[in-house]
């Protein structure tokens, strides 16, 4: 497992990706690893990794270990990997009534 990663890292250092992003694609492909570990490397194991996270994390965290992962596979193990694009959550942003707007414009400047 090291192995995979260390080759991932590489790939991604030689692709100029930031520190960070470097840091969030091994995070990810390392709880993919582990849970892969009795079920092997394979579409059919990253499939039921999503789903098992869907139940209780957001879907933008659940989309970005899909990317992490994509990438994994197409560059590291040079497979391609074709998986649907994950609905996000769609949220309304939220509105300030009248009243709210009517206070914040009494407020005195300080």
Not at 7 to 16: I, M
Not at 74 to 83: H, M, P, R, T
């Amino acid at each position: 497992m090291n192995g995979l990663l260390s080759k991932l890292e590489q790939e991604l250092k030689k692709r100029n990706y930031s520190k960070k992003t470097i840091k969030s694609y091994l995070h990810s492909v390392k709880n993919y690893l582990e849970f892969s570990k009795t079920k092997g490397i394979n579409k059919k194991s990253v499939d039921e990794y999503i789903v098992k996270f869907l139940e209780n994390k957001n879907p933008s965290t659940v989309a970005k270990d899909v990317f992490a992962i994509k990438f994994f596979f197409e560059k590291v193990l040079g497979e391609k990997l074709k998986i649907q694009t994950i609905k996000r959550n769609k949220t309304l942003p939220e509105i300030l009534t009248f009243e709210e707007i009517k206070k914040l414009i009494e407020i005195p400047r300080t």
